[in-house]
């Protein structure tokens, strides 16, 4: 299976328990490798722009204010078939229909505030990271 790349967001409910050592030992421990890392303050129209396919969602102004709320870890993480296998470990959006193990089983506080971010597909991945990545930041 092809080795692959895809982007993940420790959100602000996770940042302020201070639990991005424990989602990331949970991502690593899932076979995926953080090629890139780094600690920011959202602004509101970045995260506009990061959300803008949810942007008729009834949800879409409370998403944003949350994910500015506080600060994110934004990361590459490298691994084979990296999107699914960080699907996989994250669980379900809802942290009421996650499974055991999964980080949003163990940490998430609402789907909203759901600890986790990760690509939906390698064309997402790319988008994304590119959004908040300099070629030059990802050392795989
Ligand atoms: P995420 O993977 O970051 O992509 C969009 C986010 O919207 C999603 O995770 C959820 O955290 C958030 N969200 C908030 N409310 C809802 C909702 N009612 N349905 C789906 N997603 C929601």
């Known amino acids: 299976m092809a080795v692959t790349r895809t982007f993940s967001i420790i959100k602000p409910d996770a ?16 076979g995926l490798r953080v090629v890139a890392s780094k600690r920011i303050q959202m602004t509101k129209e970045q ?28 990361q590459v993480l490298e691994g084979e078939d990296a999107v699914k296998r ?24 609402s789907i909203e505030a759901n600890s986790v971010h990760g ?12 959004y908040f990545f300099k070629p030059e930041e990802i050392v795989g």
């Open 15 to 30: 940042t302020r328990r201070n639990l991005t050592g424990a989602v990331t030992k949970m991502l690593e421990d899932a």
């Open 119 to 130: 690509s939906d597909s390698d064309e997402n991945a790319k988008i994304e990271i590119d």
């Open 47 to 74: 995260a506009e722009g990061f959300y803008a396919v949810h942007k008729e969602r009834p949800f879409f102004g409370e998403l944003v204010s949350f994910m500015i709320s506080g600060p994110v870890v934004v």
């Open 86 to 109: 960080n699907r996989d470990v994250m669980g379900a959006t809802n942290p009421a229909d996650a499974a055991e193990g999964t980080i949003r089983k163990v940490h998430a506080e």
